[in-house]
């Protein structure tokens, strides 16, 4: 998606929440969250044999406009690093984000503005 | 058909259910915060899985299992009027911890469709799960082999 | 234990090859005066020999040979599985620029004042260069040098990161730049000692860097295909890390794998092999952060 919109990214927080620039109302589009998590299992060892403890994300949610995209309940066996990808359609102008929390009660979150031209 | 055997074709349908069922539900209703969801578990949990319209796109050899691209989609064509997707998901069973991924989908979504990259600890059979409006559960396996990385990185 | 059996014209056989002979050469004129002029004959000798050994040059040639022509070169990413490749082809995907972007903030506050972003377009394709004190600078110990000298602070660890972040952001800012490095890094002794480690058989395998990635690119170990070794893509994201890491860290990766002494991070050998392999790969871009297995 060369033609995007990379939202600021907070402060100790590294995400990206990706949409493109400009959309004609109607049209469908990809909303991409990608996330700077090691999604610690709880299952590794470090070099002198001690367990790291398992820290993933437990809970996501991606927001229109403070509406449900979806929710995230169980999220185990994601990636380190991961990215969540889903499609919705261009109705109105508004703000895509979201929250996420991790099992050591860290949280994070990302807004980016979705901009459909006349709406 | 007579009501009570269509509760035994319900039942047997149960019956049948792999062993991961269980554990799907039970993890979702033990997460789960809002009244809704356990009524949808309650409904689920007479489900019948069929194949459906629930498509599965992963890479059948793997060679780092600690990142394996996966694309869970719903056909819509092969939906009821009136029905939706309400739920996808993914099992890895032999995974430590099986159900791999559970996502809520909102009525936004235009598409029931989920990009992402899971972690497989082992060749599998990886299966998708599906859950719509009407209780009807989707599901779909595909068998993923895991090959293993050529040389082996202790940095 | 050998699970591959070198082929007897290798690199690693030229170079062993070489070594006797220059063995040879020494115990002559060691041998005193009056031996000098049978030393010269000898040598002469051997000198015309050395094509037949396939001996194709020395350091201080003026044409020294590749192993892989400019028309043949592939980086890493055309051995990589589709879905890899596919990851690394969409930034949107590609978990690497997760650092970049951390690194472009963190260039913002630190480096901003000095450098404007068209001056790092192409630095890190014409790294890494040789001082002149003979040392090896790479993007990460020149980044180190600006924090000591410009920055007064100390310098960052690899793999920290910062040095990370930054490194990855100024890799980025150079994508497509073919790599270039000053024509004269090979009469360089950091090229020569680059070489003779690119080349060295070693380890329990029998390995040596040439046996593999000069001489069986393509091939496969289990399912992996044999890339040609470049460092084009680096610092790269590494699905196997679960995060990014620097050519640094991806050569002793090779170390361990090939069984063999992996040496520490701050060992200057590591930089000559940087250097080394970066002049292999001149006239392929930069392609960071990559995605590899």
Same mark, same amino acid.
């Given at each position: ?21 400009l959309l004609q109302r109607g049209e469908d589009f990809t909303a991409r ?87 | ?13 149960? =019956? ?13 209703? =033990? ?23 629930? @498509? ?17 989609? =719903?056909?819509? @064509? ?54 719509? @409006? ?8 595909? =068998?993923?082999?895991?090959?293993? @990385? ?6 | ?10 690199? *690693?056989?030229? *170079?062993?090859?070489?070594?006797? /002979? ?13 031996? $000098?002029?049978?030393a010269l004959c000898v040598s002469f000798a051997t000198a015309a020999d ?21 028309a043949l070169l592939r980086s890493g990413a055309s051995f990589m599985a ?18 970049? #972007? ?10 901003? &004042? ?50 990370? *972040? ?7 800012? *150079? ?15 950091? /090229?020569?000692?680059?070489? #003779? ?5 070693? &380890?329990?395998? #029998? ?25 084009? &893509? ?6 196997? /890390? ?22 520490? $991070? ?5 930089? #000559? ?5 970066? /002049? ?14």
């Open positions: 998606m060369a033609d995007a919109v990379i939202a600021a990214i907070p402060p100790g927080r590294h995400a990206r929440l990706i949409v493109p620039r969250l990608l996330i700077q998590h090691p999604m610690e299992t709880g299952f590794r060892r470090d070099d002198t044999g001690k367990v790291l403890p398992a820290n993933v994300i437990e809970n996501v949610v991606l927001l229109f406009n403070d509406e449900l995209v979806f929710r995230g309940r169980v999220l185990n066996a994601l990636s380190a690093n991961p990215s969540l990808s889903v499609q919705l359609t261009a109705q109105k102008s508004g703000t895509l984000s979201a929250h996420w929390r991790d099992q050591m009660g860290n949280v994070g979150s990302i807004s980016t503005e979705v901009r459909v031209a006349g709406a | 058909m007579p009501k009570h055997a269509q509760r035994r074709t319900l039942l047997g349908a149960v =019956a049948a259910a792999p062993w991961w069922w269980a554990a799907f539900v039970g993890t979702a209703s =033990a997460q789960s915060s809002t009244a809704g969801s356990d009524a949808l578990d309650e409904r689920v949990r007479a489900a019948v899985l069929v194949r459906g319209g629930l @498509s599965l796109d992963i890479p059948v050899i793997v060679e780092t299992g600690t990142s394996v691209p996966i694309v869970l989609f =719903a056909d819509p @064509s092969q939906l009821r009027p009136g029905v939706r997707v309400t739920r996808l998901g993914i099992i890895a069973p032999k995974n430590p911890r099986p159900v791999a991924l559970d996502m809520e989908l909102g009525a936004l979504m235009s598409q029931a469709r989920i990009a992402t990259n899971i972690r497989l600890g082992a060749s599998q059979s990886v299966t998708g799960v599906a859950l719509l @409006s009407d209780g009807t559960v989707w599901q779909q396996s595909i =068998a993923v082999v895991l090959t293993g @990385s050529a040389c082996y990185d202790g940095t | 234990m050998r699970l591959v059996s070198l082929p007897t014209n290798s690199s *690693a056989h030229r *170079a062993t090859v070489k070594r006797r /002979w220059r063995d040879g050469v020494t115990f002559f004129c060691r041998s005193g005066v009056l031996l $000098a002029g049978l050395a094509p037949k050994l396939g001996i194709t040059g020395t350091a201080t040639d003026d044409a020294v040979s590749k192993p892989y022509p400019t589709t879905h890899l490749q596919a990851q690394q082809a969409d930034d949107d995907l590609n978990p690497g620029m997760l650092w970049v #972007d951390q690194g472009r903030e963190r260039f913002a506050a630190d480096c901003a &004042g000095c450098h404007d972003g068209a001056s790092q377009q192409r630095l890190a394709s014409s790294l890494p260069r040789v001082d002149r004190s003979g040392a090896v600078q790479t993007l990460e110990t020149q980044i180190n040098v600006c924090q000591t000298s410009r920055l007064q602070r100390p310098t960052y660890p690899i793999e920290s990161a910062p040095l990370l *972040a930054l490194s990855s952001y100024l890799a980025f800012s *150079a994508r497509g730049e073919m790599q270039r490095l000053s024509s004269d890094v090979v009469r360089s002794n950091a /090229w020569k000692r680059g070489r #003779d480690a690119f080349t060295r058989v070693q &380890g329990r395998l #029998d390995f040596s860097c040439a046996a593999c990635h000069d001489k069986m690119a393509g091939k496969r170990v289990r399912t992996q295909a044999i890339s040609q070794g470049h460092g084009v &893509g680096f610092p790269a994201y590494r699905v196997e /890390w679960q995060g990014v890491g620097s050519l640094n860290r991806r050569l002793r990766a090779c170390y361990f794998g090939m069984e063999t002494g992996v040496p520490a $991070a701050s060992d200057p050998a590591l930089l #000559d092999l940087e250097l080394y392999l970066a /002049w292999r790969s001149e006239g392929l871009p930069i392609e960071a952060p990559a995605v590899r297995r």
